[in-house]
């Protein structure tokens, strides 16, 4: 079995500031990818940020600049970081973990619960 763990959402007000975290653990071999991802209330899930095993990192253009994605390898844990908050970043944030179980296996796609993030006026 493979569990996301997430944590650190809340309320904050515009231009606050909220770290995310989330731990994968279970039967891994290898992670490749990590990253976060957004859902907004009658909207669809959309990228946020990625980051590969290597460090290189990804980012949607309404958050550039204002979040920073990272990891640590040997924690299994990938970390977004969110500053200058604004109303529109409202949303369920999804981690996601690209993975392998096995040496041999093909990468699967894991996600966490969801955390809520509301940024009021």
């Known amino acids: 079995q493979v569990q996301l763990v997430e944590s650190g959402g809340g309320l904050v007000q515009t231009g606050g500031s909220l770290r995310l975290s989330c731990a994968t653990s279970?039967?891994?071999?290898?992670?490749?990818?990590m990253g976060w991802y957004r859902q907004a209330p009658g909207k669809q899930r959309e990228l946020v940020a990625t980051i590969t095993s290597g460090g290189s990192t990804n980012y949607a253009d309404s958050v550039k600049g204002r979040f920073t994605i990272s990891r640590d390898n040997a924690k299994n844990t990938v970390y977004l970081q969110m500053n200058s908050l604004k109303p529109e970043d409202t949303a369920v944030y999804y981690c996601?973990?690209?993975?392998?179980?096995?040496?041999?296996?093909?990468?699967?796609?894991?996600w966490g619960q969801g955390t809520q993030v509301t940024v009021s006026l």
């Open positions: 996601n973990s690209v993975l392998q179980r096995t040496p041999t296996d093909y990468n699967g796609v894991y």
């Open positions: 279970g039967s891994i071999f290898m992670i490749n990818s």
